[in-house]
């Protein structure tokens, strides 16, 4: 049986308030699929590392694992730093279906909501 | 009569492929509104600055501008670099209404938008 965890994966900042709309986004995964276990995780100033997000969804006894990366662009820290990341997780756990996917600011549909959510602050200013 | 248009404030990146999805943004907006000014630009790597695009949009006669940044989360860029970009603006024209708005990420709709394509990957994953 495969048993499927979610890695969300940002990019971190000193200032803790930057975490917050992440942490909304996996509030509202959680609500949506309360079974699917998801972790926030980040590449620098803030915790889990990636590492310990894998760890977590490990001793839960996930066998697939998907990392997305909360980045709007595919730029040095996704097409670089993430990939080797990951291979480090894959060298570890080789048991488990590591499955990197591509920034979700790729998605059209958060293309979509974007251009939206400027319209509206453009007709509110 | 107030004429407006929009800047979008986009971190850049080294690699040209870094833009697409913010041009495609730009594109979604020029199709649902093609009578507002809209002009792509970038923090560092890549042309034209916010300074150079708002000056493109003063030539266009706008009275209102309006500055989107395209950021997730509103870190030191956000806080702090573009702030001080946009008063540089607004002590060069002060006839113009510059307004800055929260980063595009901080906006439910793209928050939303990010849960859903983060689920819909663990679902095709």
Same mark, same amino acid.
């Not at 915790?47 to 760890?55: F, I, K, R, V, W």
């Given at each position: 049986?495969?048993?499927?965890?979610?890695?969300?994966?940002?990019?971190?900042?000193?200032?803790?308030?930057?975490?917050?709309?992440? $942490?909304?986004?996996? #509030? =509202?995964? +959680?609500?949506?699929?309360?079974?699917?276990? !998801? @972790?926030?995780?980040? /590449?620098?100033?803030?915790?889990?590392?990636?590492? $310990?997000?894998?760890? #977590? =969804?490990? +001793?839960?006894?996930?066998?697939?694992?998907? !990392? @997305?990366?909360?980045? /709007?662009?595919?730029?040095?820290?996704?097409?670089?730093?993430?990939?080797?990341?990951?291979?480090?997780?894959?060298?570890?756990?080789?048991? !488990?279906?590591?499955?990197?996917?591509?920034?979700?600011?790729?998605?059209?549909?958060?293309?979509?909501?974007?251009?939206?959510?400027?319209?509206?602050?453009?007709?509110?200013?």
């Amino acid at each position: 049986m495969t048993i499927s965890g979610l890695i969300l994966f940002a990019h971190g900042a000193r200032d803790p308030v930057w975490a917050e709309p992440f $942490e909304k986004m996996a #509030q =509202l995964i +959680k609500a949506a699929q309360p079974e699917l276990p !998801v @972790v926030l995780s980040y /590449l620098e100033f803030m915790t889990p590392s990636l590492q $310990e997000a894998g760890h #977590q =969804l490990l +001793k839960k006894g996930c066998t697939k694992i998907v !990392v @997305v990366p909360l980045f /709007l662009g595919a730029g040095g820290h996704v097409r670089k730093d993430l990939p080797q990341l990951m291979q480090e997780l894959k060298s570890q756990s080789p048991q !488990v279906n590591w499955l990197l996917q591509p920034a979700i600011g790729l998605s059209d549909e958060v293309i979509q909501a974007m251009a939206h959510a400027a319209l509206k602050q453009v007709a509110m200013a």
